[in-house]
Each structure stands twice: as C-alpha cells, then as structure tokens.
C-alpha cells in the first residue's frame, strides 16, 4: 500500500515571500503521478499542480512549482510571490496508474498562512 | 459549466439513524469517487464507480456503508444505523474518462450525535 507523509503541519509565510511544503511517499510502484491540492475553508479541494513520475522535468504552474526527487520519493511544493489567497489546506496526494480505480491516497495535510 | 455538487451541505442526525448523501458530478464524466475526510486529516477514499458500477469499494469500512450510481451520473452513499464515528466531511469527485484530474465538489459535513 502507498503512504504520502507530510511532516509539517502548519506552515507561516509574509506576503510576497516564497515558501516550500514537504512531501515524501512509499510506494514500490514505478507508474504514478503526484498531486498537489489546495483546501480553502470552503472546502472545496483545487489541483494545484500535478507531476507524472516518468517526467524528469519538475512541473510548473505560475507561482507554483514543485521539486520531484523520484529516488528519494520527495514530492516538495515551492509557492513564490505568496498571496493572502494562498492560505489554506495543503496535500499531497498520489495516484497509482492501472490499477483499475486510480483513487488519490492523500497525506495529513500542511496548514499554510500568509500574513500580510 | 457547472461543477460537482453535493447536498445537503450539513446533515446533522442521531446516533441509529440512516442517512444519505448526495453527488452531482460533472456532466460527462464517467468515473465517480467517494472520499471521506475526518477532522484534522486528509481525504480517504471510499468507493469508485466507472459508469454504473463499482469498480473498487475496497474503502468502505463496513457494511453499513452502500453508495449506488444506477444511471451512471448522480450518485448516492447511503449510511446505514450511523454511529458518531461516522462524523466527517463526505467529499465527492468526478473525472472524465482516462483523464488523472480529479474534480471534487464542496463535501457534505455529516454530523452525527
């Protein structure tokens, strides 16, 4: 079974500063992509960024990218320029490919704020 | 377009009641997944439906626990003789066929007293 770790539960950053989250995973699996989801107070979880392990290039989405490590199963979130709109719920989560269900394993989650 | 939906928001019921939760996913969207997300913790998952049925329910935690999907859209998770355990937020997601994002509507929070 796949586990993903998130070792920092809560997480501070000033505005416009950068900040990065932490995530490691197990898994004996060498097909899977990797998740970052955003969870605002609303609830309502948002892909914030998403890495195909057979990428070796890191993926990138404006403000956010993320730092793959796949030897050392790390799965890190950089946010740069940090926005008020940034604090929320973080996870990492991951997705076995050809399974047959593809479900989303997901870790405890960082609680990010950005203090102005 | 519109998102994935879920009602109620809230269902606050007593301890021995049933109760069911309801999901609207994206039109078009044949894969169906249901997730549990208790305080303080990540999302778990639950079931997965692709069209009508069940591909993979091996999240459910018991036998009280039933969700059904008979025309392969709205999708239903029935909770039988609800225990305070069972107090969490129900978040539902859908995807488009042999695409990896996962869009989620904004959960139900069950409550059970």
């Known amino acids: 079974a796949q586990t993903v770790t998130q070792s920092q539960p809560e997480m501070s950053v000033q505005e416009a500063e950068t900040v990065t989250l932490s995530c490691t995973y197990d898994t004996s699996e060498n097909n899977y992509y990797l998740f970052w989801y955003k969870q605002p107070p609303s609830r309502q979880m948002i892909l914030v960024i998403r890495q195909e392990a057979y990428k070796q290039q890191n993926a990138t989405e404006n403000r956010f990218s993320v730092n793959f490590q796949k030897a050392a199963k790390s799965f890190s979130l950089k946010i740069s320029d940090s926005q008020l709109g940034d604090t929320a719920m973080y996870f990492c989560?991951?997705?076995?490919?050809?399974?047959?269900?593809?479900?989303?394993?997901f870790g405890k989650g960082t609680k990010l704020t950005v203090n102005p | 377009g519109a998102g994935v939906s879920q009602t109620p928001s809230n269902k606050v019921t007593e301890k021995g009641k049933y109760v069911e939760l309801r999901c609207d996913p994206i039109s078009g969207h044949t894969a169906l997944y249901w997730y549990r997300q208790s305080l303080g913790q990540g999302p778990e998952f639950l079931i997965y439906f692709q069209g009508t049925g069940a591909a993979d329910d091996s999240g459910l935690p018991n036998d009280r626990f039933f969700a059904v999907r008979p025309e392969g859209s709205v999708s239903t998770l029935k909770i039988q003789r609800t225990e305070r355990g069972d107090s969490a937020v129900y978040l539902c997601?859908?995807?488009?066929?042999?695409?990896?994002?996962?869009?989620f509507g904004p959960g139900t929070r069950l409550t059970v007293l």
């Open positions: 989560a991951f997705m076995k490919l050809g399974g047959g269900s593809e479900k989303l394993v």
């Open positions: 997601a859908s995807s488009a066929y042999l695409d990896n994002e996962q869009f």
